[in-house]
């Protein structure tokens, strides 16, 4: 088992972590996807994203930000060449849904690695790419809907329950940017 090292690299704000071995650093996504399949299209740079919008926790977005990262920091370590226009990493998107900060975290992951170290990466609709499943599909630098795929974007949902009038404003406030945000985008 390699030793975790941290090299800074010439990008803004990121270190790289030189690990052959995710799972010791996180030891929760291995119970999220550990099939060998899932573990063995991940090696080739194929992801799936499929959430439910009761995925309260993002276990999903999460699991692609972290496999995305994965790829991303090993394929110089051993050769292997994912990433670029000719081996593209390929995220497969069939969600409902989940929490808009994990889905904005993971489109702005794509979003650095694309601006800042050119990865190359197709986002492919199967089934239901909805709210931000359709976000993250739109971060692909090639994106592709199948034929019977349904897609769907919609405004920040907000829900008020039992708060003062002040705090109701201040949450409104922010879903006004947050929803301003994901219209630029």
């Given at each position: 088992?390699?030793?975790?090292?941290?090299?800074?690299?010439?990008?803004?704000?990121?270190?790289r972590i030189n690990c052959s071995d995710?799972?010791?650093?996180n030891p929760d996504i291995r119970s999220i996807r550990n099939s060998d399949t899932d573990i063995y299209l991940a090696r080739c740079g194929i992801l799936y994203l499929e959430?439910?919008?009761?995925?309260?926790?993002?276990?999903?977005?999460?699991?692609?930000?972290?496999?995305?990262?994965?790829?991303?920091?090993?394929?110089?370590?051993?050769g292997n060449s994912l990433g670029i226009e000719e081996?593209?990493?390929v995220i497969y998107i069939n969600s409902l849904g989940g929490p808009v900060n994990d889905?904005?975290?993971?489109?702005?992951?794509?979003?650095?690695?694309?601006?800042?170290y050119g990865l190359y990466l197709h986002t492919i609709a199967q089934g239901f790419a909805m709210s931000g499943g359709a976000l993250i599909l739109q971060a692909g630098t090639k994106r592709y809907a199948t034929s019977n795929s349904i897609l769907m974007i919609h405004g920040?949902?907000?829900?008020?329950?039992?708060?003062?009038?002040?705090?109701?404003?201040?949450?409104?406030?922010?879903?006004?940017?947050?929803?301003?945000?994901?219209i630029k985008i």
């Open positions: 088992m390699k030793n975790l090292s941290r090299s800074k690299t010439s990008s803004p704000g990121i270190s995710y799972s010791r650093l959430s439910l919008p009761t995925d309260a926790n993002g276990e999903s977005f999460n699991y692609v930000k972290h496999e995305l990262t994965r790829i991303f920091n090993t394929r110089n370590e051993d081996s593209p990493i889905a904005i975290a993971l489109y702005d992951q794509i979003m650095y690695l694309r601006k800042y920040v949902q907000a829900e008020y329950g039992g708060g003062t009038l002040k705090e109701a404003e201040i949450d409104l406030e922010a879903n006004k940017k947050m929803n301003a945000n994901l």
